[in-house]
């Protein structure tokens, strides 16, 4: 329920509540407790306003490299998160992340069971990117991309792999894969010694990132555009009834998106 109301992921929640920071009338919450319209929950002893029936929204931002996915940066890095509308009685969730030196299709919404479903690895949600090489792949390191390469954190491989065009040092590729692993995209590449010198994400499962949204700039989808993509996802939020904090989202997974190719 926390994830819904839009104060972050599900992980997050858990995370959350593990650590003594939710209560329900005034006593420490756990994962899975049950809460309805009447009772009283609250966070760091602020009360939360649990909001029932609201539609999501969900905000597309193509992120600029040197821009970094994150709310307190250390190093005091341009956050992407001071750019977004301010909301009250929720936050923006970022679906996924994309590296300080990754630009492209960055997704937010103020539903964390929606973000839920489009990041959970059991759902294998299609990520594509467009890749510049230094150089061109050989037939083989593409079989090898598609069948599997060892990295540090186990085995991985693209779902496809398409040559986009260009020449030399801008050498295009266009790569589908359907996890969601740090750097996995870049680390694929760099297993076969093979230098990465520009990634941009241009889709998320059936979200493309529109050709006309320049670097830095966002826009919200409206009532009919997330009708569709929840309808795309098969997803409906939880009921109305009382319902357990940080609880699991339904849905089976959804139909593979049609795949549009690019030339860069």
Request: charge should be positive; avoid cysteine.
């Amino acid at each position: 329920m926390l994830a819904g109301a839009g104060l972050g992921s599900r992980r997050e929640m858990e995370q959350w509540i593990a650590a003594g920071r939710v209560s329900v009338n005034g006593e420490p919450a756990a994962v899975g407790t049950r809460v309805s319209a009447h009772d009283r929950v609250a966070v760091d002893g602020r009360p939360v306003r649990l909001r029932r029936g609201e539609a999501a929204r969900v905000l597309l931002y193509h992120k600029s490299t040197g821009e970094i996915v994150s709310r307190d940066d250390p190093e005091g890095r341009p956050e992407v998160f001071e750019k977004l509308p301010r909301l009250r009685g929720a936050k923006w969730v970022a679906v996924g992340r994309l590296d300080f030196n990754t630009s492209g299709l960055l997704i937010f919404t103020t539903s964390g069971e929606l973000a839920n479903r489009l990041m959970h690895p059991r759902h294998r949600i299609e990520r594509e990117y467009a890749v510049r090489l230094l150089g061109e792949l050989t037939e083989e390191q593409m079989q090898a991309l598609r069948a599997g390469v060892q990295l540090e954190d186990g085995p991985a491989h693209l779902d496809s792999i398409e040559d986009a065009g260009g020449q030399g040092s801008n050498h295009w590729y266009n790569v589908v894969l359907s996890e969601g692993r740090n750097r996995e995209v870049r680390r694929l590449f760099e297993a076969l010694n093979l230098t990465v010198s520009r990634l941009m994400r241009v889709r998320f499962g059936p979200i493309e990132l529109p050709s006309y949204l320049k670097r830095g700039q966002m826009r919200e989808l409206d009532e009919q555009e997330v009708a569709r993509l929840l309808a795309a996802l098969e997803f409906q939020p939880q009921a109305a009834a009382p319902k357990s904090l940080a609880g699991r989202p339904p849905g089976p997974a959804p139909s593979k998106p049609a795949r549009q190719r690019r030339r860069r």
